[in-house]
């Protein structure tokens, strides 16, 4: 077993023995020795046209498999381009491992040519980090980085190895079994704190549960599925969670939060108990804190025990998977089913069912008028049935997205929920569409986001990753503008893109693919057809969209979730239960 | 607030970075760190000063539980621990001062390093009150220069934080 070989044939032996199929990356010249043993690999590596779109395909990959992605760059700009996909997959918990090559051992710290501290530069942004100094190391440190990506809280990892360790011959050795002395994950939840969980949702007039993408990490959408029904307590799914119980179930109340739906979001702020489960009570979707769900206790399970109490104190605390925290929670409320203990919510689920019938998402889509994005994405849902895998970029078309998608089952969504980093769609759903060649991946884009990383359309067309890429092409940075025409006095600044440039047609055939364009409500279903029919390269539609709708509902920044605005779509709805249609106070805080 | 934390480490390279970056970009602020190494071999001590003023010092515990090279982290409750910190201080002391000098130095239990003509180093150890007043008492000849190692402590009576979980990790 003690064959010398390269520091980089080891890599790639590590890499191949964690089970890794894809990857995606660019050479350079501090990860050149990797490149080589890669010819011989059995892994197929997917030739980016920018790191940044490795990095997302990356996360796109790991969101839709469930596997780990895994994306290399070579040191200095290499490296820093992938820090933006490293930090969209921090913020929400998605494993990916990232291998940059760094300049050799004897330059680290000259300031030589390509240098930048790796390591130091993304501490802030992955669960943890190497400099492996030593080729002896790198097969252990690989089994480690894996094993840190994909089990507690997952996260990006990213090793860097200078390129004089990856040239250097050693005698080779496997990894042994990962052993981390300050790394335990807690898995199993607490048999105590369960109980009494079960005590509060038996005592509970006005349940919700609150389901984040934990549920989704944890497979445990089925599992919740079985607590909601066999309690008959409503669920919410965040932006993380979209799919964790399927759109079309009764007990789904959809999205909550800033673009939230007005039954998920007033559930949550009228409940007197919020379970609380996979989730981090994050500001988009509390709204101004002190004034969230004031009247509810807090169950709160997690996997990282850092996110109980960060934000909102619980009631009952409960570190461990979601899985097995929900598998938990039901045999403890079989048990008192079984002595005759009930839960009544039946005045509560009458009115959410009040609430879902007079407060749904509204659009109007004129039958001569312009493309409303909300009839495009709607549209998408059906004809898809809500089959597909959805990949968003970031904006009003991202909300958008997961308000209209049906979704049907977890790992079908994926979008860059924490970080919100614009120019994630295109790459992420080159990523997913690699991990699940069988499923349809559509990518609904802006044309803001569309631009910051298309180049990774000629990736595609080249490896003939046939994506489907709705462009809800407003010819604006709409978000922002929406923004300004609500807070800032209808005084636009910096958000307009104008329609035809760049041509998105004439782009898209310049990169290999379909471009199609469509421009009016009765083009629509046929072009999404046509799309539906390419499958040798992808297709890129300029759905040509009104640039003056708004995305409601909307929780301005820094208000309370008490002033959601539904929008001018509920103007004339008198029968309104006298919240505010829209918010006085201007917003505290800024997007 | 201020809190003391004990902060167990694999001695490996970057982990006071770690450390040091965690507490920064969570806006916990560091009063003081001292780092050194223990009787186990690879593993580092940590004592960290924390003053949180609207925090419970739990969300600081749990952070740095989250760092992989972190083994173990403790508070150290001021009355259940020993509490120490050394410190060099340089002044000004002319021949007709320098006795007075000597004579405080002495009431402090404090030794006398470096005496030149118009100046005297003293080192003084203990708590961190009795430094500060030794400090403020020959502030008055003009303190030159001093430095401080910022605190140490150790839980009092047998308890130690090399608990059964560290001895497996070692
Ligand atoms: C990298 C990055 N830069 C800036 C922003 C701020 N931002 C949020 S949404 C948005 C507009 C997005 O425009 P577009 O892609 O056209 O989508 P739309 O909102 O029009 O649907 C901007 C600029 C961001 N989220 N990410």
């Given at each position: 077993m003690s064959k010398e070989i390269t520091g980089a044939q080891a890599l790639m032996r590590a890499l191949e023995a964690q089970g890794v199929q894809h990857m995606f990356g660019i050479p350079g010249g501090a990860i050149l020795p990797a490149y080589d043993p890669l010819i011989e690999?059995?892994?197929?590596?997917?030739?980016?046209?920018?790191?940044?779109?490795?990095?997302?395909?990356?996360?796109?990959?790991?969101?839709?498999?469930?596997?780990?992605?895994?994306?290399?760059?070579?040191?200095?700009?290499?490296?820093?381009?992938?820090?933006?996909?490293?930090?969209?997959?921090?913020?929400?918990?998605?494993?990916?491992?990232?291998?940059?090559?760094?300049?050799?051992?004897?330059?680290?710290?000259?300031?030589?040519?390509?240098?930048?501290?790796?390591?130091?530069?993304?501490?802030?942004?992955?669960?943890?980090?190497?400099?492996?100094?030593?080729?002896?190391?790198?097969?252990?440190?690989?089994?480690?980085?894996?094993?840190?990506?994909?089990?507690?809280?997952?996260?990006?990892?990213?090793?860097?190895?200078?390129?004089?360790?990856?040239?250097?011959?050693?005698?080779?050795?496997?990894?042994?079994?990962?052993?981390?002395?300050?790394?335990?994950p807690k898995t199993k939840p607490n048999v105590r704190q369960i109980k009494e969980a079960a005590r509060l949702i038996l005592e509970a007039e006005r349940p919700v549960i609150y389901a984040g993408g934990g549920i989704i990490a944890a497979g445990a959408g089925p599992t919740l599925q079985k607590l909601a029904e066999l309690t008959g307590i409503h669920v919410v799914t965040t932006l993380m969670a979209r799919g964790a119980l399927p759109d079309d179930h009764p007990m789904c109340l959809g999205m909550p939060g800033m673009h939230g739906n007005y039954t998920a979001v007033t559930s949550m702020q009228r409940a007197d108990l919020l379970i609380a489960l996979g989730t981090r009570f994050d500001d988009r979707v509390t709204g101004k804190l002190p004034a969230f769900a004031t009247q509810a206790k807090v169950i709160h399970a997690d996997i990282d025990p850092a996110e109980i109490g960060k934000n909102r104190r619980a009631d009952v605390p409960i570190v461990g998977d979601a899985r097995l925290v929900i598998e938990e929670l039901i045999s403890a409320l079989q048990a008192e089913f079984g002595k005759g203990a009930t839960g009544d919510y039946g005045a509560w689920t009458r009115q959410l069912d009040e609430w879902r019938s007079r407060f749904p998402y509204r659009f109007t889509q004129p039958d001569d008028g312009m493309l409303k994005p909300q009839f495009v994405i709607s549209r998408i849902s059906d004809i898809t049935g809500g089959n597909g895998i959805y990949v968003a970029g970031v904006g009003q078309h991202q909300m958008w997205a997961s308000q209209f998608i049906r979704f049907q089952r977890p790992r079908t969504w994926i979008n860059s929920g924490g970080l919100g980093a614009m120019g994630f769609g295109v790459p992420a759903s080159m990523g997913a569409k690699v991990a699940m060649p069988d499923d349809e991946v559509w990518c609904i884009d802006g044309d803001g986001c569309f631009q910051m990383t298309c180049q990774e359309l000629a990736t595609m067309a080249v490896e003939k990753i046939p994506v489907k890429i709705g462009i809800m092409n407003n010819a604006h940075l709409g978000m922002v503008r929406q923004w300004q025409e609500l807070f800032y006095t209808e005084r636009y600044s910096q958000v307009e893109f104008g329609w035809d440039i760049p041509d998105y047609v004439k782009l898209a055939e310049a990169y290999g693919c379909v471009g199609l364009r469509c421009e009016s409500p009765d083009e629509v279903d046929a072009v999404i057809e046509k799309a539906r029919g390419v499958d040798d390269r992808p297709v890129v539609i300029d759905f040509r969209c009104d640039p003056r709708e708004n995305c409601y509902p909307m929780v301005a920044a820094g208000t309370s979730n008490d002033d959601i605005i539904l929008g001018p779509e509920f103007e004339t709805d008198h029968e309104t239960h006298g919240d505010t249609l829209y918010s006085q106070d201007p917003p505290e805080e800024d997007s | 607030m201020k809190h003391t934390v004990s902060i167990l480490v694999e001695n490996k390279p970057g982990v006071l970075m770690r450390v040091s970056s965690l507490f920064s970009r969570r806006g916990y602020n560091i009063h003081s760190l001292a780092v050194g190494t223990t009787e186990v071999p690879d593993v580092s001590r940590m004592t960290v000063v924390v003053d949180l003023p609207d925090k419970p010092l739990e969300h600081v515990t749990k952070q740095l539980h989250k760092l992989i090279n972190v083994l173990k982290v403790i508070e150290l409750e001021p009355t259940a621990s020993v509490v120490r910190e050394l410190m060099l201080i340089k002044v000004h002391a002319e021949p007709q001062t320098r006795s007075q000098v000597f004579e405080l130095a002495e009431v402090f239990r404090a030794n006398i390093v470096d005496v030149t003509t118009d100046s005297v180093t003293a080192e003084v150890s203990g708590p961190p009150e009795k430094i500060a007043a030794f400090e403020d008492l020959v502030r008055s000849y003009g303190i030159i220069e001093l430095v401080k190692t910022g605190r140490i402590a150790l839980g009092r009576g047998e308890r130690g934080i090399k608990d059964r979980q560290l001895r497996a990790a070692v």
């Open positions: 690999s059995s892994i197929h590596h997917v030739l980016a046209r920018h790191e940044q779109g490795a990095a997302h395909a990356a996360d796109g990959y790991a969101q839709a498999s469930g596997k780990v992605g895994v994306c290399m760059a070579t040191s200095g700009p290499g490296a820093t381009n992938l820090v933006t996909g490293l930090a969209s997959s921090y913020m929400d918990s998605v494993p990916v491992v990232a291998v940059t090559g760094q300049v050799p051992r004897w330059l680290i710290g000259s300031d030589g040519f390509q240098e930048t501290d790796a390591t130091g530069i993304t501490v802030p942004v992955t669960k943890h980090n190497w400099l492996v100094m030593d080729p002896g190391d790198i097969a252990q440190t690989i089994a480690e980085a894996f094993h840190i990506a994909s089990t507690g809280r997952p996260g990006p990892v990213l090793v860097d190895i200078p390129k004089d360790v990856l040239q250097a011959k050693f005698p080779y050795h496997d990894a042994s079994p990962v052993d981390l002395p300050g790394y335990q | -």
